[in-house]
């Protein structure tokens, strides 16, 4: 979720919008419908909407798609592009779709429910010979030589004692931590390799999985793996994210090593890299093994070790468990069967400080209470 400062500044990377424009320029004909997931404070949907569709709708969960009707009606296109704020995967249009457009990635298009999505909305809403943009999206995969970023998040705080604490126990759980950055072209050791490819015309899973491998041809010191994306938004339209190119707002993301490994001319480096979608957030692992002569080094990490487990909460997520409701979860059932009653929030927050008095600590709790809860699960 971006704030409005995000989504001005995704509407002014020339690097991205662009070529956007250029995909949407070349598929959206006069009368077509279109479909703008995500669509933010409306520039997709105004985009295809100047192109002559004949109707845009434009789907975004955050509240920036109120922003988005005034821009638009003072664009004067009010009459074309109907917006909703939802989950697009809660809806149902009217008419097949003629174009769908999308830009849900993160840091990488692996981010969050996007692929499923994707996947969603293609199968239900997607006319027949509909398009998709983007077309495809390219994951690429290098090792990177970063002692600053290094040393700054994943070595100093922990290692350095503050005030003569000992912290060093943390750092096993940050080593499994990877982060945004900015790579550049001298960062790299290796000529990068493809990693995946998202085809989204004919994706069927949002887990990703491959292998890589490199042979060192010269002495260096390597911190991790570095990815990125390229995309084709449209038939030779597209853009990179890579190292090389112009600064995107999307960056790149780096997967560190558990320490540090001076690498020598004649290693062989191989790559396990997964990614699987786990309750809308990815598990990431990466299985990283130095091979010098007969010696092998192994790192195995993974994203579920950047945290303490906790076998209490283990325990609650197995399918034996019998959960009780809590005390908020009793508040929430008698509220959202009053919703489903047809009664009024404020009645239902009198009921709840009545029912539930040690709940509230002061006046319009309740209320402000299940006011989220019915933006939440209302309509």
């Known amino acids: 979720m971006y704030s409005i400062f995000g989504y001005g500044e995704m509407m002014m990377d020339a ?53 988005a009707r005034e821009i638009t009606a003072a664009n004067g296109y009010g009459a074309v592009i109907e917006y909703y704020q939802a989950d697009v995967r809660s809806l149902h249009f009217p008419e097949p779709i003629d174009v769908v457009v999308s830009d849900l990635r993160g840091v990488l298009p692996l981010f969050g429910s996007h692929l499923a999505t994707i996947i969603e909305v293609r199968d239900r809403h997607l006319a027949p010979n509909g398009v998709l943009i983007p077309q495809a999206d390219r994951l690429w995969a290098t090792l990177v030589h970063l002692p600053d970023i290094y040393h700054q998040y994943y070595h100093a705080p922990w290692q350095s004692q503050p005030y003569g604490f000992d912290f060093s126990a943390a750092q096993r759980y940050v080593i499994n931590r990877w982060r945004k950055v900015r790579l550049r ?17 004919q994706l069927q899973s949002p887990d990703v999985q491959g292998d890589l491998q490199w042979d060192i041809t010269t002495d260096c010191r390597c911190h991790g793996v570095g990815l990125w994306f390229d995309t084709t938004l449209w038939a030779g339209v597209g853009f990179s994210n890579g190292p090389d190119q112009p600064p995107l707002i999307y960056s790149q993301a780096f997967f560190p090593w558990p320490e540090p490994l001076d690498l020598q001319r004649g290693d062989r480096i191989t790559l396990q890299l997964r990614a699987n979608l786990v309750n809308q957030r990815y598990l990431w692992q990466w299985h990283s093994t130095i091979a010098r002569g007969d010696r092998r080094t192994t790192f195995r990490q993974t994203t579920f070790n950047a945290d303490p487990i906790n076998p209490t909460s283990l325990a609650k997520r197995r399918h034996t ?37 040690d709940q509230f600590s002061r006046p319009a709790q309740a209320l402000t209470w299940v006011t989220e809860l019915s933006d939440r699960y209302g309509v």
Do not use: K
Not at 38 to 50: D, K, N, P, V
Not at 322 to 339: D, F, K
Not at 342 to 347: A, C, I, P, Q, W
């Open 185 to 201: 072209p001298e960062d790299c050791l290796v000529p990068s390799q493809p990693w995946a490819t998202l085809d989204y015309p």
């Open 321 to 357: 468990h019998r959960p009780n409701l809590s005390g908020a979860g009793q508040m929430a059932q008698v509220a959202l069967a009053a919703m489903a009653a047809g009664d009024s929030l404020g009645d239902i927050a009198q009921r709840l400080e009545e029912q539930f008095p």
């Open 15 to 67: 690097g991205r919008m662009g070529p956007y424009h250029q995909a949407l320029s070349a598929v959206v004909q006069p009368g077509m419908v279109v479909l703008d997931v995500g669509t933010g404070t409306g520039i997709h949907s105004l985009m295809a909407a100047q192109l002559g569709a004949r109707r845009v709708y434009g789907v975004e969960p955050d509240g920036v798609v109120d922003i």
